[in-house]
């Protein structure tokens, strides 16, 4: 755990990265994608790579492709996976994969299909919240989405690791 709080403090920082196929990223995905009938991202076309990097400002990351490497490539979406953080953190691959998923997002336009990078619905500070409460309705969903896991049986509910206390 130490290699991995190492490697997330130095982030930021210029590392020489290459990417290669990650077909357990892949594998895992689509796993996901029909278990949890994440519609759009079984339709979509992503390209699955490992960032082989010594530090990383992110665990994981959903791009969009933009029109040339699409048509250059076919694929509508790319997922990195940082490499160091998969071999560190099994626990976390799940929770990782489906946050990943969330992002892609399919618009149905007068001009065709439309793709696109679902945000996050919530944008916090810690101290915010410290100073002012769940005042947005946003911050009231998260609160409620997290009383339903804390209510849900162990086995049913999954522990992140991450980041220990």
């Known amino acids: 755990m130490g290699d991995l709080m190492d490697a997330i403090a130095g982030m930021g920082a210029k590392a020489k990265t290459e990417y290669v196929e990650a077909p357990e990223v892949q594998a895992l995905s689509e796993k996901m994608i029909e278990e949890f009938g994440f519609v759009d991202a079984g339709l979509a076309r992503v390209k699955y790579l490992y960032k082989i990097s010594d530090k990383s400002k992110y665990a994981g990351k959903m791009s969009k492709a933009g029109p040339k490497w699409k048509h250059i490539t076919g694929f509508d979406y790319v997922f990195e996976v940082w ?16 946050h990943e998923l969330c992002h892609i997002k399919r618009e149905d336009t007068k001009k065709g299909i439309r793709w696109r ?46 980041f220990p206390e």
């Not at 490499?83 to 489906?98: C, H, I, Q, S, V």
């Not at 410290?130 to 309705?137: A, H, I, K, L």
């Not at 339903?148 to 992140?160: E, F, W, Y």
């Open 83 to 98: 490499k160091t953080f998969w071999d560190m953190e099994p626990g976390n691959r799940r929770a990782l994969t489906y």
């Open 117 to 162: 990078l679902n945000i996050h619905p919530i944008e916090a500070f810690p101290d915010e919240i410290r100073m002012f409460g769940t005042w947005s309705p946003q911050l009231q969903e998260m609160v409620q989405a997290l009383d339903d896991h804390n209510s849900m049986p162990t086995s049913a509910s999954a522990k992140v690791t991450m």
